[in-house]
């Protein structure tokens, strides 16, 4: 088991290398000098068990205790954020809880790996005593639903990914709503304002 989960961290390791040079490669070829990003992170296309809604809460948290403004947690950001959860960590259960999950071996959390913590808890596969199974419980979000694996048969299955697009979308238009209401609010604010503005400048 730990070597497969092993084999399966060298092998997104290598593939990071790879896009790295392949990024590099063709930088160098188009006479470019800094190596763009070959692949992009879509937290809602690679975590689909979670909801619209979980990703931006995760997000939250993770943004509130990156307080170096990196798009990382490392050890020191790590060892706040579970003393503010009420779970202080030593520094060797804080190592083992970033290595628990840090796939690219660079001893700090990046938001996918963040996410990752969540997913291995609504999975069940971290350890009942891991720290990183007390962060999950500790920080609020939700994370209990079952994904289509749960799913007692084919059809089961079927109906719960019909269900679970849906809710996605759902939660799309409900955020369109919402911006649309925030854009008419502020065009009824700004007629108000040039209709008193008017009033005095007569």
Known sequence: MASEELAQKLQRRLQLEESGAAAEGEAAAKGEGAPRRAAVFNPYTEFKEFSRRQIKDMERMFRLYDSGRDGYIDLMELK???????????HLGLKNMIKEVDEDFDGKLSFREFLLIFHKAAAGELEEDSGLLTLAKLSEIDVSIEGVKGAKNFFEAKVQALSSASKFEAEIKAEQD?????????????????????????
């Open 178 to 202: 919402e911006r649309k209401r925030e854009e008419e609010e502020r065009k009824h604010r700004r007629a108000a304002f040039r209709e008193l503005k008017s009033a005095f400048t007569q």
């Open 80 to 90: 706040l954020m579970m003393e503010k959860l009420g779970a202080p960590q030593t």
